[in-house]
Each structure stands twice: as structure tokens, then as C-alpha cells.
């Protein structure tokens, strides 16, 4: 069940931060309230906020009790303590605090733009199956200055009002996300809407612009950059052109922003990256292959089940359906499943890899250390190029050409 306010002020202790908090919104008390760390004091907290009169003042507090909810959970987590990674106050803060959503809610208030950089990365990752991936094959330090992002912006603007007859208005920020990797955010203004919506108790019609969202994440070390845009081809070749020619100072040829398409064959056979068992992983399962007939008029989707344990879903397609895997079916996506040891007395922890024949990548980007074992384990099988990882300079060199890269 999704969490609202009310599970944020049963669930956060009542602390220094939560009191100050509740006291710039001016939230009415009882005269002589006590302000100690109990469930009693929780639930008349929440009582004051149920039986406040004043609406308006009412939704501003509950707003911002919400606004902590996107990163209230593991991935959340994940998210705050990488932006945090460079900032020591944050860390020691962080580790006092008692919960996911503790942490939230602590980061929303004491560190509210690296809390806003958080929702960036997390929104990136929890969409990565909608991202396109291109080798712009440009490595330079990109330009983050006001002048670069404002020229950007203006070349973004002209493409929306082109396409879509909006985008007055482009607001874009760009951090560095991780050791020479960056991440940038653009909101488009979008077209005016007529809105039905509550005002306090009263029922209103108002015009408001939607934003369209777009993100862009580069690596100076591989020149690969990862687009997240709604809309078809043209829009992630815009986004990653106009980053290359504002940012990066150098025009690149529309052509050249689109994804590899990769050959998937050799997942006929299952999986087997050797070295994976050093790195810490405990099995790797091909979870799921999808395969089109030769025909172009039937494809069919396989996926290991629970049942299965770490089975390969082609030994699996071998024992009940193998003729697929013996034909000349053409593997078109494929899911890996690579598992390592949970917590004390917990069941093994899986991170997910998903590639698809034409060029689209979901790797296991919050975890950096994993991220790279996997992208080393794809070149290592000639699966990827270097050209086509974010991390390639972080292992050892191999063939820059492998066969798997398909040309078309």
C-alpha cells in the first residue's frame, strides 16, 4: 500500500528536525504540548493536523510531508547516499538517522538540493528500461557553466516549439553523478492546461503548464551517453545532439546517435561469465530470452520461474520447447539475473541485466562496483564494445571490435 502523510508522522521520531519542521508551518498544538519521542505524541500530532482548520495551510504542510515519500525505500536509499557520497555532513547525519524513511525526510530538510539530485538519479533508474543508449565517441569534460546550459536550453526550446508548439520555458541542471559521470535533468514548459482542482475547499478551474521531462546521463571516460525522453528517435537524438554541440563543443551527425544493435546469438546456450563467482556473485541465471521466428510473424518470450531457482530459462526451453533455440530463430532481448549473498539470514539479493538486439541497455546502475563487473563481463564475451559501456576504463583492455556488434 503506497505511504502518505500519515504514515510519515506515525513512522518519523519526534525529533529536533520534525519539531522545527512542524513549527515554521505553524501546525497548532495543545499550550504545553510535550515534544518526546513516543507514539502518543505521534498520534496527537497527527490529530492537530486532521483537525486544523485552516485547509490551506493544511495541504502546504501535508505536501511537504509527502515530498520525502519518492525516496522513502531501498532504491531511494541508494540514490541519497550516492549524492551524499561527497559531502561528510550529510554522511554522519544520515547514519543517526533510524529509517528509510527517516533518512528521507532528514535529507528532504537539512540538504534539499542534493535531495532534489537524488530524485534526479532515482528517477533515471527506475525507468532504465525506457532509456536509449548511444557512443557519441566524444570523451571531454562537458561544460557546466550558466552560458553553456543556457545555450543548450535555447536549442532544446526551439526543437519543442517546432515539434509541439511549446517550450517558452527550459529549465536544466547538470551534477557530476560519479567519478566522470554526469547526469543532466531538463524540464520543458509545456502546453498551457485547464486544470480542475481544489483550492483549499473550494472547487477551481486554473491554467497550468506541465513539464516534459528529459535526462541525460554521459560518461567523459567511454563518450557513451543514456537518454530518458518521452517521445520517438527524434527526441533522444535531439537531447544527446544538443548536449554534445552546448556542452561537449562539438557537433555530432544525427546518424551517430542511434543505438548499436547487438547480436544476441551466443544466449542461445544460456550464460557464463566466469568471473562473476570472484566478484561475489553466488549464480547468474539467464532469466528470461525473447526469440522471433524467422518469419518476422511470431515471437515468443520465455522466462524461468521461481520454481526453476537458478536454472537457465534456454536448459529449460531445451527440455520442453527446443525448437526455437535449434532453428533459425533470431534472439531478440534477453534478462540476466545475477545474484549475491543478502544480509545475515537473508535470501541472496539479485541486481538485473536486460539487453535487447536493437542497442537498448538496462544495466545495474546504482551500484557503480556492479555496474562495471557487468559491463566488463558483456565485453569479455564480445557481447558489448568498449565503445558502447560507461565504465570502460575501468577494466582491462579486449578486443575494441568484437563480432557481436552488428552493422545496419
Known amino acids: 500500500m503506497k505511504k502518505t502523510f500519515v504514515d510519515v508522522l506515525l513512522e518519523l521520531p519526534v525529533d529536533a528536525t520534525l519539531q522545527q519542521f512542524l513549527t515554521e508551518h505553524a501546525l497548532p498544538v495543545p499550550l504545553g504540548f510535550v515534544w518526546d519521542d513516543s507514539r502518543a505524541t505521534s498520534h496527537a500530532l497527527l490529530e492537530c493536523v486532521r483537525q486544523w482548520p485552516d485547509v490551506d495551510a493544511k495541504d502546504r504542510l501535508v505536501g511537504e ?3 520525502c515519500l519518492p525516496l522513502a525505500d531501498g532504491p531511494g536509499q541508494q540514490a541519497i547516499f550516492q549524492v551524499a557520497a561527497g559531502g561528510g555532513s550529510a554522511l554522519i547525519g544520515l ?9 528521507a525526510f532528514w535529507f528532504y530538510r537539512h540538504h534539499p538540493d542534493l535531495f532534489r539530485r537524488a530524485l534526479d538519479a532515482d528517477f533515471i533508474e527506475r525507468r532504465g528500461s525506457q532509456a536509449q543508449q548511444h557512443a557519441l565517441g566524444i570523451k571531454r569534460h562537458p561544460n557546466m557553466t550558466k552560458p553553456a546550459l543556457a545555450a543548450f536550453g535555447q536549442a532544446v526550446s526551439k526543437f519543442y516549439q517546432r515539434m509541439l508548439s511549446c517550450g517558452d520555458g527550459v529549465d536544466t541542471t547538470i551534477f557530476q553523478r560519479s567519478p566522470g559521470v554526469f547526469l543532466l535533468t531538463t524540464h520543458v514548459k509545456g502546453l498551457a492546461m485547464l486544470h480542475l482542482e481544489f483550492q483549499g475547499t473550494s472547487l477551481t478551474r486554473r491554467v497550468g503548464n506541465p513539464s516534459i521531462h528529459g535526462m541525460l546521463e554521459y560518461s567523459e571516460k567511454t563518450g557513451v551517453v543514456r537518454t530518458l525522453i518521452k517521445g520517438g528517435a527524434a527526441y533522444h537524438q535531439m537531447l544527446a545532439g544538443e548536449f554534445a554541440t552546448h556542452l561537449l563543443g562539438q557537433v555530432v551527425d544525427a546518424k551517430r546517435i542511434k543505438p548499436e544493435k547487438l547480436d544476441l546469438t551466443q544466449f542461445r546456450a544460456g550464460v557464463d561469465f566466469p568471473q562473476a563467482t570472484k566478484d561475489g556473485f553466488v549464480a547468474v541465471q539467464l532469466k528470461q530470452i525473447t526469440v522471433m521466428s524467422p518469419t518476422g510473424k511470431l515471437k515468443v518470450e520465455a ?10 530459462v534456454t536448459e529449460l526451453m531445451q527440455e520442453e520447447m527446443p525448437a526455437p533455440l535449434e532453428g533459425g530463430w533470431t534472439v531478440t532481448a534477453v534478462q540476466i539475473n545475477l545474484y549475491y549473498p543478502g544480509e545475515a539470514g537473508r535470501r541472496n539479493r539479485v541486481v538485473t541485466a536486460e539487453l535487447t538486439s536493437m542497442g537498448r541497455l538496462r544495466l545495474p546502475m546504482r551500484d557503480p562496483v556492479i555496474k562495471a563487473n557487468v559491463e566488463r563481463y558483456l565485453v569479455e564475451k564480445g557481447v558489448l564494445a568498449r565503445g558502447q559501456t560507461l ?4 577494466f582491462p583492455q579486449v578486443d575494441e571490435q568484437p563480432h557481436s556488434v552488428v552493422e545496419g
Open 391 to 394: 565504465d570502460a576504463d575501468d
Open 65 to 67: 510531508l509527502n515530498a
Open 95 to 103: 547514519a543517526n538517522c533510524k529509517s528509510d524513511l527517516h533518512r
Open 303 to 312: 522466462t524461468a520461474t521461481a520454481m526453476a531457482q537458478h536454472q537457465s
